[in-house]
């Protein structure tokens, strides 16, 4: 199985994509920088998780996406399709911990993090 996991190179994503990997899924992470596995010092680097996960025999992927920029998420959702050919399922992860200005896993967030933030506005 295709499997997308958004936030998925650090913290509970990160836990996903590790057991996922493990039972034979296929991975796409998405984060909003290839830094962010090291904000908290949990890897060192993406490649290093890719990796780590490909020794499963799995095929895994980053991409990197501020997914409130709506435009960008579609673009990355169409190139995933295009790598993996379809989707089978999604851990839908990012944000909502760390208000930061920063562009690493800590920046960009929303001051108030729920639902009822509009695509457009981030504050």
Not at 52 to 71: A, E, G, M, P
Not at 81 to 87: A, L, M, Q, R, T
Request: charged share 25%; glycine share 10%; hydrophobic share 30%.
């Amino acid at each position: 199985m295709n499997i997308v996991i958004t936030g998925g190179t650090r913290g509970i994503g990160l836990n996903h994509a590790k057991y996922l990997a493990a039972q034979g899924h296929n991975l796409a992470l998405i984060d909003i920088s290839e830094n962010a596995c090291d904000v908290y010092g949990e890897l060192s680097s993406v490649d290093k998780l890719l990796d780590q996960l490909s020794k499963n025999n799995t095929k895994n992927r980053f991409y990197k996406c501020d997914l409130t920029n709506y435009s960008d998420t579609i673009k990355i959702f169409n190139n995933i399709v295009s790598d993996y050919n379809k989707i089978d399922g999604c851990v839908f992860n990012v944000g909502g911990d760390v208000v930061g200005t920063d562009q690493n896993a800590s920046g960009g967030k929303a001051k108030n993090n729920n639902y009822e933030i509009d695509i457009e506005k981030k504050e």
